[in-house]
């Protein structure tokens, strides 16, 4: 069984405090006051606006509502201290956030660090400058160093949590604070550090650029013809034709550059793109045939991760055993001088022996639950069962739940086909007095529902979004909900920025995912013919709230649906039905008289719909409904 807890603990809103009066606090600010009676005890007052409710984050997960607050960190921080304003309706109306530090702010609990220029492997340290006794470090690959300026050298390319640790003299007992960071070693010859390009079928002097980097970093583009960029996703179009050296660098959040990685570029009708296709011959799933594109004059070698290699564009490689095999192909002009170089993570592994996979995410809005499968099974096999935590079940996909009271809630998925049985847990806080995140957050998650019918939920985050969708073929939406057909199935980048237009408070956030539907409507890999994606809200997706008791009544079939939909209801009488479509507007509607019926669907539009049927009792059944 697989677990993952999150556990956020809602303190009670604190009265009988006493606070000294402040001037002029802003609507949405605060102010934090150490009590000098209570060591690491912050006395906090802010002054919002007639009728909205405060709700305080302490930035340790305690989290509380009100205008003057009191609170106790058992550590020496800093912390992320954010209140926001709500109306009576639950809207976040502003955010404000400011590091606290319980206990004084030590400044020397910072460093920086740069790449040793004498060693592809080595690191150098700086503390930051400060009344030091001593500094220690620990270097996330279990070796440890001391002083305020170390060099270190570790042992392979990869990804290291290195913490400091600072004894200084700012109080007559000293204090410690310990910070940690991320850093990236990247080595020679490393794929850490990478990033994969792609051409517009419409320009060849149009490419996409992805960069290929851990989370909470900054990516700076030079395009090798006097321009740049940033952003983890970007796209460029280049007036001249030729050979273009495109460099990416990974900043951390000081600005420092983590690593370098760069390819180039070619605005031929065939760029020099190390980016690969792969494929498993359908009489032995341990064959994988790869291929790849490159100009004329040019030579490519592959590495099989298996201590095999081969070369050319079009090769086929048989693994000798099932497992994850890191296959790189490295591409040479006619001098054997380095063009690209790209490595990808290929799972070999028997159909037979297929293993699912139970995984969900949730949202809440107010008191109920939206929950979206995303287990690895196949849905038209495979049985779900959910515990909601409250006594409360369901064996629907896509459930929605409404809970009786705010709290923290454990939720718990299993999946089961003919071949495996998995389980997977996760907490879910639902409370009715703070329904909206304080940062913008852009994200979304791709179903799939029918072939060449894909949901993408939209579960981004944030006050009074602007949405961008580009679908990665040319085209784009500013709809927070939009649908989109593909003319022909492959490989899509599919990217939404969400911006919170606020002044003075700009938020802009862009996430982006990789598309891909096979010739059987599938996702995953590419051949040809069009697909459709819709994107939903969590609530258009989950529903009504179906749980084990819910009633069904009633079947709809073919599903999809192209020219005829068939009805059949088990229950005497009237039935009355309507047909939403995803952005809630009413298609259709009237009365069943009898047990078989049928609706004419020739003239819907392709896409997603949801069907209520009403009993004469007034008990309702939905249908999720697919229109090819």
């Known amino acids: 069984m697989k677990n993952f807890t999150r556990t956020i603990i809602k303190a009670l809103i604190l009265i009988g405090l006493s606070f000294p009066l402040q001037a002029q606090i802003l609507p949405c600010t605060f102010m934090a006051q150490p009590d000098p009676n209570h060591p690491g005890t912050i006395n906090f007052v802010t002054n919002p606006a007639a009728g909205f409710t405060t709700v305080w984050d302490f930035g ?71 009344p030091h006794v001593s500094v220690s470090w620990d270097f996330g690959d279990g070796t ?50 990478s990033f994969t390009f792609t051409g517009t079928p419409a320009s060849s002097s149009t490419f996409s650029f992805i ?13 090798g013809d006097g321009t740049g960029g940033f952003g983890p996703a970007i796209t460029h179009t280049y007036t001249g034709t030729g050979n273009y050296l495109v460099c990416m660098n990974q900043l951390d959040s000081a600005g420092n550059v983590i690593c370098t990685s760069c390819d180039t570029v070619s605005t031929n009708n065939i760029p020099n793109n190390c980016n690969y296709t792969y494929s498993a011959v359908s009489s032995n799933y341990m064959e994988i045939h790869f291929s790849a594109q490159s100009a004329a004059g040019t030579s490519m070698t592959w590495d099989f991760g298996d201590g095999s290699t081969g070369t050319g564009n ?18 040479y002009d006619s001098t054997m001088a380095l063009l690209c170089h790209t490595c990808k993570s290929i799972t070999i592994q028997n159909p037979i022996h297929f293993i699912c996979q139970a995984n969900f995410q949730a949202v809440s809005l107010g008191l109920t639950g939206h929950f979206i499968d995303l287990s690895n099974v196949d849905p038209s096999t495979a049985s779900y069962s959910w515990d909601f935590g409250d006594g409360h079940s369901s064996s629907v996909r896509f459930p929605q739940h409404a809970y009786a009271a705010p709290g923290t809630y454990t939720v718990c998925l299993n999946v089961s086909d003919s071949n495996c049985v998995d389980q997977f847990c996760s907490t879910l806080v639902v409370d009715t007095s703070h329904n909206n995140p304080i940062f913008c957050n852009a994200y979304f998650v791709t179903l799939q529902m029918a072939p060449f019918q894909l949901v993408v939920v ?3 985050s944030g006050i009074n979004l602007n949405f961008h969708w580009d679908f990665g073929d040319g085209t784009t939406s500013n709809l927070p909900y939009p649908n989109h057909t593909y003319a022909n199935t492959g490989s899509y980048v599919l990217c939404l920025t969400v911006t919170n237009p606020f002044t003075g408070a700009v ?38 709230d179906n749980n084990a008791q819910a009633t069904q009544f009633a079947s709809v079939y073919p599903n999809p649906v192209q020219d005829l939909l068939k009805i059949e209801i088990q229950s005497k009488g009237e039935t009355t039905y309507r047909v939403l479509s995803i952005n809630g507007s009413e298609i259709a509607n009237g009365i069943f008289y009898t047990e078989k019926n049928e609706l004419k669907t020739s003239a819907w539009e392709s896409g997603f719909y949801l069907m209520e049927i009403t009993r004469a009792d007034g008990a309702k059944n939905y249908q999720k409904i697919i229109k090819e």
């Open 458 to 460: 939209n579960m981004s």
């Open 314 to 331: 079009n090769v086929s490689h048989i693994f000798a055993t099932d497992g994850v095999y890191m296959v790189c192909n490295t591409l």
């Open 507 to 544: 938020c802009t956030s862009t996430f982006c995912d990789t598309v891909s539907v096979d010739s059987l409507g599938h996702i995953y890999r590419l051949n040809n013919a069009g697909f459709t994606i819709n994107v939903l809200s969590p609530d258009q997706l989950t529903g009504i």
């Open 144 to 193: 440890t160093g001391t002083g305020d300026n170390v060099s270190h050298h570790f042992p392979q390319a990869g990804s290291y949590p290195v913490c400091m640790t600072v004894l200084d003299s700012t109080s007559s007992a000293g204090q410690t604070c310990t910070i940690c960071y991320t850093v990236i070693v990247s080595g020679p010859n490393t794929a850490l550090c």
């Open 60 to 130: 340790d997960s305690i989290h509380a509502t009100g205008t003057q607050i009191s609170h106790t960190y058992n550590s020496i921080g800093p912390f992320n201290v954010c209140i926001s304003q709500t109306d009576s309706n639950g809207t976040v109306i502003c955010s404000y956030c400011e590091l606290v530090y319980p206990f004084g702010n030590p400044a020397s609990c910072s460093f920086s660090f740069s790449n040793d220029p004498n060693d592809s492997l080595g690191i150098i340290f700086a503390a930051s400058p400060g």
């Open 211 to 223: 960069s290929h980097s851990l989370p909470g970093t900054n990516i700076q583009w030079s395009f």
